[in-house]
């Protein structure tokens, strides 16, 4: 007895001093945030000095925290202009070695208030997680990021030393507009920024605004041009290096005059390009193009500004694409899968011609989106770590809460699988496995885990499989390989990919969005959406390709998703509008709808979320985003109207569910834990030491 009272005891001690533990740990993260506020919300650096220290003075044993809180305190000093920032970084390295990437910041700033040159070659990461994306670039001096704010749209600027931001457009709110800022470059003396603007018309402008928050000037503007995108100045800051995807199907790689507006045309290509960077003496184009229709491998070219001359720079029949050329003027940066994992290499080309063999810069850098070279030579690229598992669990129909905590689908790889989908009868699930940016339909067997996999040469991407209600075959959104997308049905047992709806050969038509299979399998629900952004629901008949529309809506929204109840009667709906999301059914044949519920839209990360039927068709469960809590839960409410409930199922990002048969199971994506390496990283000092 007196064991079993003893063992007890140490249990409860242990509790006691868990909770004490994570008490001091949120005691901490909170003041840490109150300071952080204090400098980049007040800009009141020298109460936020005292807050940071306190930080570090009062939990020395948190050390995650204590190593932020000193590194903020350097920061801030710097920011004051104290020579105490040099103290405060030299702490850092000194009293929190364990702390990689705090210690690595705190080393790179001493550096530069130092004027020491660090010599070795370092790969480190700038900021954590995805606030600052890949659609912006690093300044000419390395002090900012331009980047789009995508809690409004506007363009604005990310201070790296302090961390502060500043919008330099001031389009309102979602509520007021839907506009958006997208790519932006800087030109070559940091005063400007050239960016792609999305207007309400529908049209994709090319603007350009200065640091000094002057007016934006619209560039260059033109109806007949679908999609353009912005890659960077000419080095003496008289054109801008574009792309323009024209109606008639003409991909052009083009110069805009800065003075007016004025396009010449370099080269037209029928398949993708990207990543267009300028030589430093701005006499060529470096870029990478697809090797062929059928395939996501590309190549690296070099053109001549005057059109005049293409050289080829990387032919492999690996996927090869170009990171930045280097400010030396003789290197070229670039990734390659060629030795099973994406690298970085680098490749000389001087004189007109490219000089040796590509070597070996970094291994295993992972899908770099380039950010652009500082004018020293350190070269920023942005990493989206967006890896999701699947997972099961069981759900009590009639409380909707979790039995048993969920379990992870075991499978070849992990942390590239999303948006399984149960099949009819239970024994399987679809899902989407994504490789190197590439994504596949697979299927898995419950029973034996055996997997198929469906690569397809007439889709270079897929996404939202959906079963056919007899098992046989798996409906899914494709995308061709110049980037249309269309409805395909895959055949579970050949394999045979067949085109259910087209996509659409102009901008005047209209283009596919979501798809849902009729209960019958005769018939699927599309998602059609026009120009002018108003959207329609389809019911078309897969035998002849004739449709019907059975709702319209003229307001510009996100779109729709789409259900169909169990018993094929009734198709429910989401609106997923600027200002509020409205669930809604209606009768799957056409007819008036009714509202069940209405929500404020916190989160546009809705693309591959889902509606879904309980098997009795009882209830509609759908995703909500909880900004309190930020992340996204599932909820549930009766199809004839009534009260909303919250299930225990949560995820810090998006969930993708599907029920099982017997109506009690469940199959989810959700972020896995190896999902850790999203941000802004940096590449220093890899340069060959004789062209630095």
Not at 175 to 197: L, M, T
Not at 327 to 342: C, E, Q, T, V
Not at 569 to 595: H, N, Q, T
Request: a negative charge; hydrophobic letters at 35%; proline letters at 4%.
């Amino acid at each position: 007895m007196k064991k079993i009272t003893g063992i007890f005891l140490l249990a409860l001690e242990l509790c006691v001093l868990t909770s004490i533990a994570t008490a001091q740990q949120n005691k901490a993260e909170q003041m840490y945030q109150q300071a952080l506020y204090e400098m980049e919300g007040r800009g009141n650096y020298a109460k936020a000095i005292d807050m940071f220290n306190q930080v570090v003075a009062q939990f020395p044993k948190e050390k995650s925290v204590a190593a932020k809180a000193l590194l903020h305190v350097g920061m801030c000093q710097e920011k004051l202009g104290n020579r105490e920032a040099q103290k405060a970084y030299e702490r850092v390295i000194k009293d929190y070695t364990d702390q990689h990437e705090v210690v690595a910041e705190a080393r790179a700033r001493l550096d530069l208030i130092t004027g020491k040159e660090n010599k070795e070659f370092i790969i480190r990461r700038v900021i954590e997680g995805t606030d600052v994306g890949f659609e912006g670039a690093v300044s000419p001096d390395g002090r900012y990021f331009s980047y789009v704010d995508w809690e409004s749209g506007d363009l604005a600027i990310y201070e790296i030393a302090t961390g502060n931001r500043r919008h330099l457009t001031n389009k309102g709110s979602w509520d007021k507009s839907d506009e958006f800022a997208y790519f932006s470059r800087w030109s070559p003396d940091g005063k400007q920024i050239a960016y792609d603007w999305y207007t309400m018309e529908s049209l994709m402008e090319l603007r350009i605004v200065g640091l000094d928050s002057s007016q934006p000037r619209i560039l260059y503007s033109n109806k007949e041009v679908v999609w353009s995108q912005t890659y960077g100045w000419s080095p003496d800051g008289k054109q801008i290096l574009a792309s323009l995807f024209k109606e008639n199907g003409q991909n052009q790689i083009v110069l805009i005059s800065i003075e007016d507006g004025d396009v010449r045309v370099l080269k037209t290509l029928e398949l993708g390009f990207d990543h267009l960077n300028f030589s430093p003496d701005g006499r060529y184009i470096v870029y990478h193009f697809q090797q062929k229709e059928d395939s996501p491998e590309s190549d690296i070219s070099i053109l001549s500004t005057d059109g005049g001359r293409e050289i080829p720079l990387v032919e492999h029949p690996a996927n090869d694409y170009v990171l930045g050329w280097a400010p030396d003027g003789k290197n070229i940066l670039f990734a390659s899968d060629r030795r099973n994992s994406s690298d970085a290499w680098i490749i000389e080309f001087s004189q007109g011609k490219v000089q040796g063999s590509p070597k070996l810069i970094s291994s295993n850098i992972g899908q770099a989106n380039p950010m652009g070279f500082t004018q020293k030579g350190s070269f920023y690229y942005y990493i989206y770590d967006n890896a999701m598992d699947i997972n099961f669990a069981e759900l009590d129909p009639e409380t909707g809460k979790i039995i048993d905590p969920p379990k992870k689908l075991s499978a070849r790889f992990e942390g590239s699988l999303t948006q399984p989908e149960y099949s009819p009868d239970g024994k399987y699930i679809a899902y989407i496995s994504v490789s190197r940016g590439h994504s596949a339909l697979s299927i898995q067997s419950l029973e034996t885990g055996k997997i198929q996999e469906f690569p397809s040469k007439l889709m270079s991407r897929v996404n939202t499989p959906r079963w056919s209600p007899d098992g046989r075959s798996i409906l899914v959104g494709g995308w061709d390989w110049k980037g249309k997308k269309g409805i395909y049905r895959i055949d579970t047992q050949s394999g045979v990919s067949t085109l259910v709806a087209p996509p659409a050969k102009l901008v005047s038509e209209s283009f596919l969005g979501q798809h849902e299979w009729s209960r019958d399998g005769k018939s699927i629900f599309l998602e059609r959406f026009f120009g002018n952004m108003s959207r329609s629901i389809m019911l078309r008949e897969i035998e002849n390709g004739t449709e019907r529309e059975l709702y319209h809506e003229e307001s510009n929204s996100r779109g729709f998703k789409l259900s169909c109840s169990p018993d094929g009667k009734w198709l429910a709906f989401l609106r997923m509008g600027i200002k509020e999301y409205v669930l809604s059914i209606m009768p799957a044949a056409g007819g008036e709808y009714r509202d069940l519920y209405r929500f404020k839209s916190d989160n546009a990360q809705i693309y591959y979320q889902k509606l879904i039927w309980t098997t009795d068709g009882k209830y509609i469960l759908f995703e909500k985003f909880q900004s309190a809590e930020k992340n996204f839960s599932l909820w549930r409410i009766p199809m004839e109207g009534g009260e909303h409930q919250k299930l225990e199922l949560e995820s810090e990002s998006y969930i993708v569910a599907s029920i099982h048969p017997d109506g009690r199971h469940i199959v989810f994506s959700s972020p896995s834990s190896t999902g850790e390496n999203s941000g802004i990283w940096v590449m220093e000092n890899f340069l060959p030491k004789e062209e630095r």
